[in-house]
């Protein structure tokens, strides 16, 4: 056997085997990265979402969320910015799509984002929601602290984002302070004056954890799989070369003869 797995064919295949393991094996790996992160962000939503809320100190705004820490609930006192919105298209709520609305709020601790809820797209692509302002005066807001998204890099009109990404919206709100943090709203005093066009507050985030850890299993159990295809193929070709080993192919069996076939004699 090993004097036919020396062959240049046999070894081609072994490479491929051992390429296709190591590919297993990155999938893998990459399933559960995706699986351990889903796990954070759920051990995260489960242990802050609904604690007592906390003070929005500068502290807070001074040192990235670490993934445990994402979900942290303060609550804070400041004045929004007025007329100074940004929508984030290309959000979803119930399978409606619509847009997110960002407003910055100036604190004590600094200003930063406020996600204050969602509106669904207007009449036609072109048309930009109407959505109700924020209050004019001092508010006490409570929410959620979570780290901006990476930006989509797209170019978009003005009062518009891709993505939650603070860098874009200081671009377009210089006010907005350096800290790679916004705030997810889930109530406010006052609330807001309904003009027509409510903002709806974002539900509770998933604690779904997706098949992302059997997928993982899955690509590491396929792993040896071709490797093991060539050591089967191996064994049936030298199966087919006969016991004597001298490299002539075994004599075909005779073929069976059925009692339909010997009718036909």
Wanted: aromatic share 8%; hydrophobic share 40%.
């Amino acid at each position: 056997m090993l004097r036919l797995w020396l062959t240049r064919r046999w070894l081609v295949g072994t490479l491929l085997a051992i390429v296709f393991a190591m590919a297993c094996f990155m999938l893998g790996r990459w399933q559960w990265g995706r699986y351990v992160e889903k796990q954070t962000k759920a051990t995260a939503i489960a242990t802050n979402y609904d604690a007592a809320p906390v003070p929005l100190t500068p502290t807070l705004l001074e040192r990235p969320l670490r993934p445990e820490d994402q979900w942290t609930r303060v609550t804070a006192q400041g004045r929004y910015a007025a007329d100074a919105d940004l929508l984030v298209r290309n959000r979803t709520l119930d399978t409606v799509p619509g847009f997110e609305v960002l407003t910055p709020l100036t604190t004590g601790s600094g200003t930063l984002l406020v996600d204050r809820g969602w509106v669904p797209n207007a009449t036609t692509a072109a048309e930009v929601p109407g959505v109700d302002a924020a209050p004019p005066g001092p508010v006490e807001v409570t929410g959620w602290l979570r780290t901006g998204e990476p930006s989509l890099g797209r170019d978009l009109p003005a009062g518009q984002l891709a993505s939650i990404n603070v860098a874009d919206a200081r671009a377009q709100r210089p006010a907005v302070g350096p800290a790679d943090i916004y705030l997810v709203l889930g109530s406010q005093s006052p609330p807001t004056a309904s003009s027509g066009h409510p903002v709806t507050l974002l539900p509770r985030p998933t604690q779904d954890l997706g098949p992302h850890q059997a997928y993982a299993i899955q690509w590491w159990i396929t792993m040896p799989g071709g490797i093991a295809f060539v050591i089967w193929a191996m064994r049936r070709e030298l199966l087919a070369r006969g016991a004597a080993g001298d490299g002539t192919p075994a004599p075909p069996k005779p073929k069976k003869v059925r009692i339909w076939d010997e009718e036909d004699y």
